[in-house]
């Protein structure tokens, strides 16, 4: 059975196939919702939310895109969404490393390069850190990010200009590292 017929099985109501279209596309969605959460559960937690939104709004699929292609929009609608409801949950918790020790760092101690990457990826502008994570982390083209995010071609290559410039400024202070 092809994935077209699968998908106009789901919209008739038939919830059997939608264990096989969960099967064909949960890698994908989940190394995305990863991507995008940096922790295991989280990511999990978005992924499971993209196919519960994507099951439930089948009747809105047209079929213009591929399925797989509008899956991935889903998740990375539920991702960024689900990370600004974390990000505003987290600035208002108080680490109690930092309250027990009165918010001081020690100094002297260079961070690991990972967890500055990291934290340079989460700084970046919501867009141009979906086009930076879509484009070189996943592989997509220009065109699929523009259909995925709903963005013209030429808005995600300049988005993705724009992320690498601010990760190279960011990441700066490592550049003596790689001379090596």
């Known amino acids: 059975m092809t994935e077209v017929q699968l998908i106009q099985r789901l919209k008739d109501g038939d919830q059997s196939v939608a264990r096989t279209l969960y099967d064909s596309h949960v890698d994908r969605v989940f190394r995305i919702c990863y991507r995008f959460a940096g922790e295991y559960d989280l990511a999990q937690d978005f992924a499971q939310e993209t196919f519960v939104r994507a099951f439930t709004k089948i009747d809105t699929f047209r079929g213009d895109a591929a399925f797989g292609t509008w899956i991935v929009a889903i998740a990375t ?22 309250q027990m020790t009165g918010g001081s760092r020690v100094s002297g101690v260079e961070p690991d390069l990972r967890e500055d990457l990291y934290r340079a990826i989460d700084r970046l502008p919501e867009r141009s850190r979906a086009v930076f994570v879509l484009h070189d982390v996943e592989g997509y083209t220009h065109r699929e990010i523009g259909e995925i995010l709903g963005i013209k071609t030429g808005t995600s290559k300049c988005q993705l200009f724009r992320a690498r410039s601010r990760l190279r400024d960011d990441l700066a202070v490592h550049a003596g590292e790689w001379a090596s």
Do not use: H, Y
């Open 77 to 98: 609608t539920v991702s960024l969404n689900g990370l600004r409801k974390v990000k505003r949950f987290r600035t208002r918790e108080t680490p109690l490393d930092d």
